[in-house]
């Protein structure tokens, strides 16, 4: 987020990229998405958490619709086996295609995957809230998670694997129009 709104990492000019870091509470992330979406009323939403070891980026194809975390949430909330949307479908697909991105990335050698989890927590959550409201916009925003596999925090390599996150989301933008 920051290196969007410092200019550290390009976005393209044709896009207006609105940013936004989201709280870790089950309630307070879907009145924050909410309230983001009515203002900025986007075409377009990518979202991003700390996941996954392994590939750099996973590109994720679908929310589930159930919260199942043994861990609280910051404001101390615990879900075991929770409906994220009473009576809601129990998957929602991406409405990116995730498999093209994934082609189009991989010609760019970028180091992406597919997943077919998103967990539980709330990754999971805000994937399936998200494209569960997107139902209901007058235009429908296109919408996936993508987790960041964590990196490496020590001096010496940081700035390396940083800008290989920059590039790596760079070339996302880019692949998506």
Known sequence: VEAIQD????????????T??????????ESEFTRLIDE?????????????SGALLHLERWGVNCDDAPVPDNAGVIRTGQEIVDGGP??????????ALHVRLQEQDVDAVTSDSAGRFLCNHL????LYSAQSQ??????????????ETSPDVLPQELALLF??????????Y
């Open 40 to 52: 900025f009323q986007p075409t377009l939403v990518l979202s991003f958490g700390v996941g996954h």
């Open 138 to 151: 007058p235009v429908p925003y296109r919408m996936t998670f993508v987790h960041v596999r964590p990196l």
């Open 7 to 18: 200019g550290t990492l390009s976005v393209p000019s044709r896009f207006d990229v609105f």
């Open 20 to 29: 936004s870091l989201l709280p870790v509470e089950y309630v307070a992330i």
């Open 167 to 176: 590039n790596a989301v760079e070339k996302l933008l880019e692949c998506l």
């Open 127 to 130: 994937l399936y809230y998200g």
């Open 90 to 99: 129990s998957h929602l697909p991406a409405t990116i295609d995730v498999d």
